[in-house]
């Protein structure tokens, strides 16, 4: 299964230059995300996916600030990033009323990482890895899972 890979804050902020800067990035919070990271990309390859240390560690990285990307949506107004309510189909200010457009895909897999550019990126490696499908299950449910990823 290989060694764990693990993605630093020296990394993160290396990788994407938009958090380079500590003071409004601090390091304890890019910590935070690289550990939530783990729960999406696991640390080391297995029998199904082999990326390698490099992309691998890449997968970390842009799961990683996908997730702080998402935070910052919301901790900022929702000024940065595609938010996880969706796009507004109309708005009204006075009685406030919003309605929302449903998410442009069926899965809603793909819907959320796609909500920045980090998870779309992530996606895009991934699926490089993947590009045929996997197969599950024994012989009699036997299921085709291609480009899931």
Known sequence: MGEPVRGTCEDFRKFFLAF?????????TVQLFLEQALLFVSDRDGCILQLGKVKRKAAVLYAAAHLYALYLNTTDGGSSYGGQGGMA????????????????TSKQYYYFWNQTPYGTSLMVLLRSRVPCGIYYGGISQRELRGQNL
């Open 20 to 28: 380079a800067d500590a003071a409004k990035y601090p390091d304890e």
């Open 89 to 104: 189909a109309s708005t009204t200010i006075g009685s406030v009323s919003v309605s929302m457009i449903p998410p442009p």
